[in-house]
């Protein structure tokens, strides 16, 4: 017998199969991305190498940047050394250590075709190094520039999520509420959302990990200029009627909140998700208004506000 009763449109996947979810692992982390770790899979494939690199993290995209500039720079520095030092003309160095940072930065110069002129290549072999080091670096540094701006032009959302979903009052009944705003100061257009509960449940004497839809008092909205709260009204038709938290607990509910708008700025659709776990739903709270009116009457929006929560009592 199924833990909830079938009174919604129900939705056997959502694309995360149908197998239980155990110790009360996410399905789908808060930033959006599903828990899955992956395996078998080879550590390097080049043609995914620009995918990795447009949508790593700021931090280690320009580790990456770093570390492949000191080991291209090493290397040529190894190989004016073995073609010979005297062929550097203006290289002064007189130990192994200061000939090799000689043609370190002799090599930083030509990869970047600054020249300064106090060291130059002599010689067929090392003119041929050098020329072709000065060639690699004018493709090296056209493909960092393309990469910069493959990571700056890609459309991303800054819309941020409450971190607690709340149930409070609403039209005389109970209702599930989220909320979310744009961080931006741009306009999101045409905006929907879509919220689901999966759950643990038997059915046919076997544990499966089943999906529905909870259906929102407003789903679409034309602009998103302020905070919107998504609200979720728990009928008789809801899955969470007359559902106590130790029941979400045991089912190890999960529920997403999926959104998508139109992002003038971009000109392209952008989308967002995010997920809650049954120790994210607070009881008998309601969420604080955000914003007011200041002196002049104009509208302020107070993001620190956003995550406050007040306690409420519910009959």
Same mark, same amino acid.
């Given at each position: 017998?199924?833990?909830? !009763?079938?009174?919604?449109?129900? *939705?056997?996947?959502?694309?995360?199969?149908?197998?239980?979810? @155990?110790? *009360?692992?996410?399905?789908?982390?808060?930033?959006?991305?599903?828990?899955?770790?992956?395996?078998?899979?080879?550590? &390097?494939?080049?043609?995914?190498?620009?995918? /990795?690199?447009?949508?790593?993290?700021?931090?280690?995209? &320009?580790?990456?940047?770093?570390?492949?500039? @000191?080991?291209?720079?090493?290397?040529?520095?190894?190989?004016?050394? @073995?073609?010979?030092?005297? *062929?550097?003309?203006?290289?002064?160095?007189?130990?192994?250590?200061?000939?090799? #940072?000689?043609? #370190? &930065? #002799?090599?930083?110069?030509?990869?970047?075709?600054?020249?300064?002129?106090?060291?130059?290549?002599?010689?067929?072999?090392?003119?041929?190094?050098?020329?072709?080091?000065?060639?690699?670096?004018?493709?090296?540094?056209?493909?960092?520039?393309?990469?910069?701006?493959?990571?700056?032009?890609?459309?991303?959302? !800054?819309?941020?999520?409450?971190? /607690?979903?709340?149930?409070?009052?609403?039209?005389? /009944?109970?209702?599930?509420?989220?909320?979310?705003?744009?961080?931006?100061? *741009?306009?999101?257009?045409? $905006?929907?959302?879509?919220?689901?509960?999966?759950?643990?449940?038997?059915?046919?004497?076997?544990? %499966?990990?089943?999906?529905?839809?909870?259906?929102? +008092?407003?789903?679409?909205?034309?602009?998103?200029?302020?905070?919107?709260?998504?609200?979720?009204?728990?009928? +008789?038709?809801?899955?969470?009627?007359?559902?106590? @938290?130790?029941?979400? !607990? $045991?089912?190890?509910?999960?529920?997403?909140?999926?959104?998508?708008?139109?992002?003038?700025?971009?000109?392209?659709?952008?989308?967002? /998700?995010?997920?809650?776990?049954?120790?994210?739903?607070?009881?008998?709270?309601? &969420? %604080?208004?955000?914003?007011?009116?200041?002196? +002049?009457?104009?509208?302020?929006?107070?993001?620190?506000?956003?995550?406050?929560?007040?306690?409420?009592?519910?009959?």
């Amino acid at each position: 017998m199924a833990f909830f !009763k079938r009174k919604v449109q129900f *939705n056997d996947d959502l694309g995360f199969g149908s197998a239980p979810v @155990l110790k *009360n692992q996410r399905v789908l982390n808060t930033d959006g991305t599903p828990n899955i770790e992956r395996t078998g899979l080879p550590w &390097f494939k080049f043609d995914d190498t620009y995918t /990795r690199l447009v949508t790593m993290s700021w931090p280690r995209f &320009f580790m990456v940047i770093l570390i492949t500039y @000191l080991i291209v720079n090493t290397l040529f520095a190894v190989a004016y050394n @073995l073609v010979g030092i005297e *062929n550097l003309d203006g290289a002064k160095g007189t130990t192994l250590r200061d000939q090799f #940072f000689d043609a #370190f &930065f #002799f090599s930083a110069q030509t990869i970047s075709t600054v020249g300064y002129g106090h060291i130059s290549p002599q010689g067929f072999v090392t003119s041929i190094l050098a020329a072709f080091e000065s060639m690699l670096g004018l493709l090296a540094f056209a493909l960092a520039t393309g990469l910069l701006y493959g990571r700056f032009s890609r459309p991303t959302s !800054k819309v941020t999520f409450s971190k /607690r979903m709340v149930i409070a009052p609403y039209q005389g /009944r109970t209702g599930l509420m989220c909320r979310l705003a744009n961080l931006r100061k *741009n306009s999101l257009i045409d $905006v929907e959302a879509q919220m689901f509960m999966t759950f643990n449940e038997t059915i046919d004497g076997k544990l %499966k990990r089943s999906f529905y839809p909870l259906e929102l +008092e407003r789903s679409k909205i034309s602009v998103l200029s302020l905070n919107w709260t998504l609200v979720h009204p728990i009928t +008789e038709d809801s899955p969470m009627f007359e559902k106590t @938290l130790d029941e979400l !607990k $045991v089912a190890e509910v999960e529920i997403f909140v999926i959104l998508r708008a139109f992002d003038d700025t971009f000109a392209q659709t952008i989308h967002t /998700r995010t997920s809650y776990q049954d120790e994210d739903i607070e009881w008998n709270a309601k &969420f %604080k208004i955000m914003h007011y009116h200041n002196e +002049e009457g104009k509208t302020v929006m107070d993001f620190s506000l956003f995550d406050h929560t007040e306690k409420m009592m519910i009959d």
